[in-house]
């Protein structure tokens, strides 16, 4: 995944539940399962059936009911997404749920970063006016735009606000709303993607539907929604949102289908230029191979874009796409590297590389920043700080926009709350989740803001240990270094966010060692007192030539299986790696 070359310490991962039972696994998975706070093997089902029933969350009922209206009276809909990947599959499973279940007219509007900003407001209610729809759909987004949903109902058009943002104070004056983060929402899970929560309305949608006789007054077959699954995977993964059991069966049943084929031209398509292997793709392909390949349309261009490649039924149209979307990642890696640069530089003269200088919360702009790579940026920095990070670029008319990325511990949209309390003229606008969130500012405000960030952030460091950690499952057998045990592994659970994958640890000779791609450590390593040579590769590691006369390492990594001309072999990716003298 990556390499950071700050120290860290390998530490044991706490065992959080010492009573479950799981005597049919492993030892190894036994202890993985004890250590995430499994609370019984119901927890590692991952079947439909296992899924809470669309009625729980609060506010479906008026959903539905809006939009069984909508669809007797073939009412026009307009859906209104946002510009990430969950924006961009949530916008597509709306379409597509919306048009199987047998609706009208269906069109989007996802908002242009550059011109518009993030969700439904006055100017992107102008824009689909145009369109004279009757009903606005909002996906992933219109929790927090109190005035854009008032300027809809001006113009007599009907909101309905699917989202999963944590809401603000006031809540707009929608039609209905389905968010699993409302106050009071007893849902079982608080972690729906946006993508999640409107597979959800569907489901309860069809269920009405069905109770209607909807699907044989209309000569219609009712669809099994099962087949968007492979978007809603994607859109899941892709926003980092936490894998609890709902999150972990809507993404594996979604995987299931992508690996039997049975997914959209365009995820496809997605699939061949980023060089994975469709049939054996995993949680973290969709993270780091499909996910930036469909964000970088609406962080270099249009989400329009990746909305088409992810819609076409055509084949050679999606892959055309997916091509453009393959360039434009291209381009933004490259502008990437050049903004980390920078920000190195600026890091430098504030003498935040030194621990003794090292502030709780970091702000930095640079007047040439491209908008749509510093959240990117701002995580980077993150992961090599440790330390809540905000990036920002100019946006125009004396502003600018800010991507905000945190560490464990310390709830950013809360931190953002802090400051817009104590200094309620510094922010514009702010919205997000506990690990990332936006914001926009006055030029002129970057000083004070950059000061009130840092405070806010220390209040929430303080009691916090901030040495970096690396937490392991423990030391494999020379035994369990197999192609057999990395698949019982890596097919054991569907690993994500705060459900990460196992990593262990372990002391290794190095046997060979070489550079690949320029910025990539390829090793065979053997356990020191062992006998089984293992290949092993350190991406992104910085200056690898330094690395090519060591001869034994400290090593935190994951079991992968690597597939060359049909053969597969099982290698570690390393996480972090230390020489020992």
Same mark, same amino acid.
């Given at each position: 995944?990556?390499?950071?070359?700050?120290?860290?310490n390998?530490?044991?991962?706490?065992?959080?539940?010492?009573?479950?039972?799981l005597?049919?696994?492993h030892?190894v998975?036994?202890?993985i399962?004890?250590?995430?706070?499994v609370k019984?093997?119901e927890e590692?089902?991952r079947?439909?059936a296992?899924?809470?029933?669309?009625?729980a969350?609060?506010?479906?009922?008026q959903m =539905?009911?809006?939009l069984?209206?909508?669809?007797t009276q073939?009412?026009?809909i307009t859906?209104v997404g946002?510009?990430d990947a969950?924006?961009a599959t949530?916008?597509? =499973?709306?379409?597509?749920?919306l048009?199987?279940?047998g609706?009208?007219?269906?069109?989007f509007v996802?908002?242009n970063r +550059?011109e518009? *900003?993030?969700? @439904?407001?006055? $100017?992107?209610?102008?824009l689909?006016?145009?369109?004279?729809?009757?009903v606005?759909?909002?996906?992933d987004?219109?929790?927090?735009s109190?005035?854009g949903? /008032?300027?809809?109902?001006?113009?007599?058009?009907? &909101?309905l606000?699917?989202d999963?943002?944590?809401?603000g104070?006031?809540l707009?004056a929608?039609?209905?709303?389905?968010?699993p983060n409302l106050?009071?929402?007893?849902f079982?899970s %608080?972690?729906?993607a946006?993508?999640g929560?409107?597979?959800?309305v569907?489901?309860?949608?069809?269920?009405r539907?069905?109770s209607?006789?909807?699907?044989?007054k209309q000569? #219609? %077959?009712?669809?099994?929604?099962a087949?968007l699954l492979d978007y809603?995977?994607?859109?899941?993964i892709a926003? &980092?949102?936490p !894998?609890?059991q709902?999150?972990?069966? !809507?993404v594996h049943?979604?995987?299931?289908?992508?690996?039997?084929?049975?997914?959209?031209?365009?995820?496809?398509?997605?699939?061949e230029?980023?060089g994975?292997n469709l049939?054996?793709l995993?949680?973290?392909?969709?993270?780091?191979?499909?996910?930036?390949r469909?964000?970088?349309?609406?962080?270099?261009d249009?989400m329009?874009?990746g909305?088409?490649?992810l819609?076409?039924n055509?084949d050679?149209?999606? %892959?055309?796409i997916?091509l453009?979307?393959d360039d434009?990642n291209?381009?933004?890696?490259e502008?990437e590297g050049?903004?980390?640069?920078?920000?190195?530089a600026?890091?430098? $003269?504030?003498?935040a590389l030194d621990e003794r200088?090292?502030?709780?919360?970091?702000?930095?702009y640079?007047g040439?920043?491209h908008?749509g790579v510093i959240?990117?940026?701002?995580s980077?920095i993150?992961?090599k700080l440790?330390?809540?990070?905000?990036?920002?670029?100019?946006?125009g008319?004396?502003e600018?926009?800010?991507?905000a990325?945190?560490i464990?511990g310390?709830h950013i949209?809360?931190?953002?709350?802090?400051v817009?309390a104590?200094?309620p003229?510094?922010l514009?606008k702010?919205?997000?989740?506990?690990?990332?969130?936006?914001l926009?500012?006055k030029?002129?405000?970057?000083?004070? +803001?950059? @000061?009130?960030f840092?405070?806010?952030?220390?209040r929430?460091?303080?009691?916090?240990?901030l040495e970096?950690k690396i937490y392991?499952?423990?030391?494999l057998?020379d035994t /369990?270094l197999?192609?057999?045990?990395? /698949?019982?592994v890596l097919?054991?659970a569907t690993? *994500?966010?705060?459900f990460p $994958?196992?990593?262990f640890?372990?002391l290794?000779?190095?046997?060979?060692?070489r550079? =690949?791609g320029?910025?990539?450590?390829k090793?065979? !390593?053997?356990?020191?007192a062992g006998?089984q040579?293992i290949d092993a590769?350190? +991406? +992104?590691?910085e200056?690898?030539e330094?690395?090519?006369g060591?001869?034994?390492?400290?090593?935190?990594?994951?079991?992968d299986i690597? $597939?060359?001309?049909g053969?597969r072999?099982?290698?570690m990716i #390393?996480?972090?790696? /230390?020489k020992?003298l």
């Amino acid at each position: 995944m990556y390499y950071q070359g700050v120290k860290k310490n390998i530490l044991p991962r706490p065992v959080l539940n010492k009573r479950l039972q799981l005597d049919d696994f492993h030892p190894v998975l036994q202890r993985i399962f004890k250590s995430r706070g499994v609370k019984s093997v119901e927890e590692l089902d991952r079947t439909l059936a296992h899924l809470p029933p669309p009625t729980a969350l609060n506010g479906m009922t008026q959903m =539905v009911d809006h939009l069984v209206m909508a669809l007797t009276q073939q009412q026009k809909i307009t859906i209104v997404g946002d510009f990430d990947a969950d924006g961009a599959t949530s916008c597509a =499973v709306a379409i597509k749920g919306l048009q199987l279940l047998g609706a009208g007219p269906v069109s989007f509007v996802v908002p242009n970063r +550059f011109e518009y *900003g993030y969700g @439904l407001t006055p $100017e992107i209610v102008a824009l689909v006016n145009q369109q004279s729809p009757d009903v606005i759909i909002t996906v992933d987004n219109g929790i927090s735009s109190i005035d854009g949903v /008032e300027a809809a109902k001006a113009l007599g058009i009907k &909101v309905l606000v699917t989202d999963h943002h944590l809401p603000g104070d006031q809540l707009p004056a929608a039609d209905a709303i389905v968010n699993p983060n409302l106050p009071g929402q007893l849902f079982p899970s %608080k972690a729906l993607a946006g993508v999640g929560v409107m597979f959800y309305v569907l489901l309860a949608l069809r269920s009405r539907l069905r109770s209607l006789n909807w699907f044989e007054k209309q000569s #219609i %077959k009712e669809p099994n929604l099962a087949q968007l699954l492979d978007y809603v995977a994607l859109g899941t993964i892709a926003d &980092v949102v936490p !894998l609890d059991q709902v999150n972990r069966i !809507l993404v594996h049943q979604g995987l299931l289908r992508i690996r039997s084929g049975q997914c959209s031209p365009g995820i496809k398509a997605l699939i061949e230029v980023s060089g994975r292997n469709l049939n054996s793709l995993s949680a973290s392909d969709l993270g780091f191979a499909l996910g930036p390949r469909l964000n970088a349309a609406g962080r270099m261009d249009d989400m329009s874009l990746g909305i088409q490649c992810l819609l076409t039924n055509d084949d050679a149209l999606a %892959k055309d796409i997916a091509l453009q979307l393959d360039d434009l990642n291209s381009d933004r890696r490259e502008i990437e590297g050049q903004m980390k640069v920078e920000a190195m530089a600026l890091l430098s $003269e504030m003498k935040a590389l030194d621990e003794r200088h090292l502030p709780s919360g970091v702000c930095l702009y640079d007047g040439n920043w491209h908008q749509g790579v510093i959240g990117i940026l701002a995580s980077r920095i993150k992961d090599k700080l440790h330390r809540p990070v905000v990036a920002f670029a100019p946006s125009g008319q004396g502003e600018i926009k800010g991507s905000a990325r945190s560490i464990p511990g310390v709830h950013i949209r809360d931190v953002l709350s802090d400051v817009a309390a104590a200094h309620p003229h510094l922010l514009s606008k702010f919205g997000g989740h506990a690990m990332a969130a936006g914001l926009t500012l006055k030029m002129h405000d970057f000083p004070p +803001f950059s @000061l009130a960030f840092d405070e806010m952030v220390a209040r929430r460091l303080s009691s916090m240990d901030l040495e970096q950690k690396i937490y392991s499952d423990g030391e494999l057998a020379d035994t /369990e270094l197999t192609l057999e045990f990395a /698949e019982l592994v890596l097919n054991a659970a569907t690993w *994500g966010q705060e459900f990460p $994958e196992p990593v262990f640890h372990g002391l290794f000779d190095v046997i060979q060692a070489r550079i =690949v791609g320029q910025h990539h450590l390829k090793l065979v !390593l053997r356990q020191t007192a062992g006998q089984q040579l293992i290949d092993a590769i350190v +991406f +992104f590691i910085e200056q690898p030539e330094q690395w090519l006369g060591v001869r034994k390492v400290n090593a935190a990594y994951r079991l992968d299986i690597n $597939e060359y001309r049909g053969n597969r072999t099982v290698q570690m990716i #390393i996480q972090y790696v /230390e020489k020992m003298l």
